[in-house]
T-cell receptor
Framework: NAGVTQTPKFQVLKTGQSMTLQCAQD?????MSWYRQDPGMGLRLIHY???????DQGEVPNGYNVSRSTTEDFPLRLLSAAPSQTSVYFC????????????FGSGTRLTVV | KQEVTQIPAALSVPEGENLVLNCSFT??????LQWFRQDPGKGLTSLLL?????REQTSGRLNASLDKSSGRSTLYIAASQPGDSATYLC????????????FGTGTKLQVIP
């Protein structure tokens, strides 16, 4: 199994540009989520989904959009990139967080200049 | 709101030493607690998952314990090796529509040969 796959691994954007971070899992997990990791701040939840067609906001949703049209895919869209969005982004999935915990992707390192 | 604290933020030990990493949480109503390892520039690798009904889990040289009443979890690493050098994160899953997970900020471990 590939697990959780994130693309791209690295990206540099100019302020104001938009882009989509891709996340795909092949484990038939219903729960998927996006986090950003910043030095000294730990991982913060951006958006999450509890199944296809269902998404909701986390702690830091501003500037990001998500959709969940299939169980496998959960893309994160940056609408108009800002330097404050420079971070490492992780996608995670779970069959049942209370019983099985989470599986993480390898991350996307995004720099906005 | 759940808060997860990991102290110390950094730890340096000589090879072969047994060590304990600490994780404290404020809300004892957690479903489980998960320990992760993160290597520089990499994603999170799950090490151990302890359910709220369990007191400990073991995998090889790793042993994790959970004491809900005191709001503490520990990760014990026996006979540490340079390859154990990494940042260790704990995360607790609480009740809620999303089964919210809260991460600590991690302990950066260096094992000196």
């Amino acid at each position: 199994n590939a697990g959780v796959t994130q693309t791209p691994k690295f990206q540099v954007l100019k302020t104001g540009q938009s882009m989509t971070l891709q996340c795909a899992q092949d484990m038939n997990h219903e729960y998927m989520s996006w986090y950003r990791q910043d030095p000294g701040m730990g991982l913060r939840l951006i958006h999450y989904s509890v199944g296809a067609g269902i998404t909701d906001q986390g702690e830091v949703p501003n500037g990001y959009n998500v959709s969940r049209s299939t169980t496998e895919d959960f893309p994160l869209r940056l609408l108009s990139a800002a330097p404050s969005q420079t971070s490492v982004y992780f996608c995670a999935s779970s069959y049942s967080p209370t019983n099985y915990g989470y599986t993480f992707g390898s991350g996307t390192r995004l720099t906005v200049v | 709101k759940q808060e997860v604290t990991q102290i110390p933020a950094a730890l340096s030990v000589p090879e072969g030493e047994n060590l304990v990493l600490n994780c404290s949480f404020t809300d004892s109503a957690i479903y489980n607690l998960q320990w992760f390892r993160q290597d520089p520039g990499k994603g999170l690798t799950s090490l151990l998952l302890i359910q709220s009904s369990q007191r400990e889990q073991t995998s090889g040289r790793l042993n994790a314990s959970l004491d809900k009443s005191s709001g503490r979890s520990t990760l014990y690493i026996a006979a540490s090796q340079p390859g154990d050098s990494a940042t260790y994160l704990c995360a607790g899953v609480n009740s809620g529509g999303y089964q919210k997970v809260t991460f600590g900020t991690g302990t950066k471990l260096q094992v000196i040969p």
